[in-house]
């Protein structure tokens, strides 16, 4: 990738991070809750459109498409 992408890819990440936050605070004020719990984050995501699997077996994440 060229040097002249890392702003661009920054701010692209910058946007989608700051959306997955709007909507995990969203999750976490109809939870009612101060504290921000992985479920919160999990369900963000998914209202996002982002499908993701947790294992606590194997201690791995994995991003479905």
Known sequence: MSSKCYDTVRDLIEAKLG????AMLVVNS???TKTIMVDDVYDAL???GH???ESELIGTKTVLH
């Open 19 to 22: 959306e997955v936050a709007i």
């Open 30 to 32: 109809e939870r009612q």
């Open 46 to 48: 998914a209202l996002l």
């Open 51 to 53: 499908s993701m699997t």
